[in-house]
């Protein structure tokens, strides 16, 4: 492990800097090799919607048409990442259209997280619409609820406790 540097804290402490080279001075990106990533004074967002919560509402997609579940993202102005530019692989062409939206996301961002969970609500209510029966509501409450949400009976999901701006990023 690498000895850390006298006057720096934390992990850019223990951050190994390669030799100063001719490129550093030309290029100002290799200065930061070996430097943690960070966004102001934190290095870290944190999603205010769970991957586990998403992958929720991606599996409701599967029983919805392509075009339902384009519409209802579209209906809260997303648009798509290009397919090929998506990170994502799978068989059902639901689910990747599902996720081309989800993608284009900053799930830390809570302006887009608010018309995201509007689209979770159109998902919820074509479901209940369409007469789905099982479990199916009480696995996306419960997602939901471990990210701080709630749905009532008419299936409008709000924030048991709205975050801060603040809250998204940890120092």
């Known amino acids: 492990m690498a000895a850390a540097q006298p ?6 402490a223990l951050a190994v800097r390669p030799p100063f080279s001719v490129l550093e001075e030309e290029n100002p990106a ?4 070996g430097q943690p990533y960070r966004l102001g004074m934190s290095s870290y967002r944190r999603d205010l919607i769970s991957r586990a919560t998403r992958n929720e509402f991606r599996s409701l997609a599967t029983d919805m048409t392509v075009g339902l ?8 102005n997303f648009a798509p990442v290009p397919e090929d530019e998506l990170n994502y692989d799978d068989t059902s062409v639901r689910r990747i259209t599902f996720e081309t939206y989800a993608a ?3 799930w830390a961002d809570y ?9 979770f609500e159109d998902f919820i209510r074509y479901h209940r619409q369409s007469g789905w029966e099982g479990n199916w509501l009480e696995e996306v409450t419960v997602k939901l609820e471990r ?16 975050p801060s701006p603040r809250a998204t990023w940890r120092s």
């Open 104 to 106: 284009a996301i900053d």
């Open 69 to 76: 579940v384009s519409e209802a993202w579209q209906n809260h």
């Open 111 to 119: 302006t887009q997280v608010s018309r995201a969970l509007l689209v």
């Open 30 to 33: 290799p200065k930061a090799i």
């Open 147 to 162: 990210d701080g949400l709630s749905v009532d009976d008419r299936g409008r999901i709000s924030w048991l406790r709205r």
């Open 7 to 12: 006057g720096v804290q934390g992990w850019a």
